[in-house]
């Protein structure tokens, strides 16, 4: 049963270019959470989705940020016009649909931004 | 506002030795409270839950406890190994909808030989 899966592991972007990175949860999970870690610091919760919906964006910024989830594949994260302080580690974490394994989340490797 | 805090941000001590982690926390409604290990460059893996009725809960040669009353927890590590070196995050859900999570800064521990 493969874990959270996540690619690129690595993506470097210049300036103004776009970022995608893209989450396969586990194998019967519906809920995906997208955290953002700077370097040196904590992990800051971005979106809750589950399939076709956004259930809680609160921490995503308004602009240049957003995500999906869509019925088939992957979960994307895509960022605008990045810029340097988009450089980051994004980690994409899934649960399963309810009860109190939900409680759970299982983190998938993580991709590391560099913008130059 | 919730919040997580944990103590001490780091943290070096001597391979075999035990060593003790703090959080404490202020979220509300209190639902569960997770330890997880961050290895560097890698994604936090999870340790142990608690849920309210909780308060003790082990895995291995880490031990978790949960003071629901004054919201602290602590995690405990026994004969420390050099693997042990990682970021251990504190992280407390809130119920209510669903599980909105709010994450401890960790505390990054190196064993040393």
């Known amino acids: 049963n493969a874990g959270v899966m996540q690619n690129p592991r690595h993506l470097v972007r210049r300036r103004g270019q776009e970022a995608r990175l893209r989450c396969s949860p586990m194998k019967g999970h519906s809920h995906v959470y997208w955290y953002r870690q700077l370097p040196e610091e904590g992990l800051k919760f971005m979106v809750y989705l589950q399939k076709e919906n956004i259930i809680d964006e609160s921490g995503m910024p308004k602009e240049r940020f957003s995500a999906e989830f869509p019925k088939e594949g992957p979960s994307i994260l895509r960022i605008q016009q990045v810029v340097r302080g988009d450089s980051a580690a994004y980690f994409c974490?899934?649960?399963?649909?309810?009860?109190?394994?939900?409680?759970?989340?299982?983190f998938g490797p993580g991709t590391r931004l560099t913008v130059t | 506002k919730n919040q997580v805090e944990q103590s001490p941000q780091s943290l070096i001590i001597l391979e075999g030795k035990n060593c003790t982690l703090q959080?404490?926390?202020?979220?509300?409604?209190?639902?569960?409270l997770r330890w997880y290990k961050q290895d560097t460059g890698r994604g936090p893996v999870s340790l142990t839950i608690m849920t309210f009725s909780e308060n003790t809960k082990s895995n291995g040669r880490y031990t978790a406890t949960l003071d629901a009353d004054t919201k602290q927890s602590s995690l405990h590590i026994t004969a420390s190994q050099l693997s042990d070196s990682a970021s251990y995050i504190c992280v407390v859900s809130a119920s209510g909808g669903y599980q909105k999570v709010t994450f401890g800064t960790g505390t990054k521990l190196q064993v040393i030989p």
């Open positions: 959080c404490n926390y202020t979220v509300s409604p209190f639902s569960n």
């Open positions: 974490a899934s649960s399963p649909p309810s009860g109190k394994s939900s409680y759970e989340q299982y």
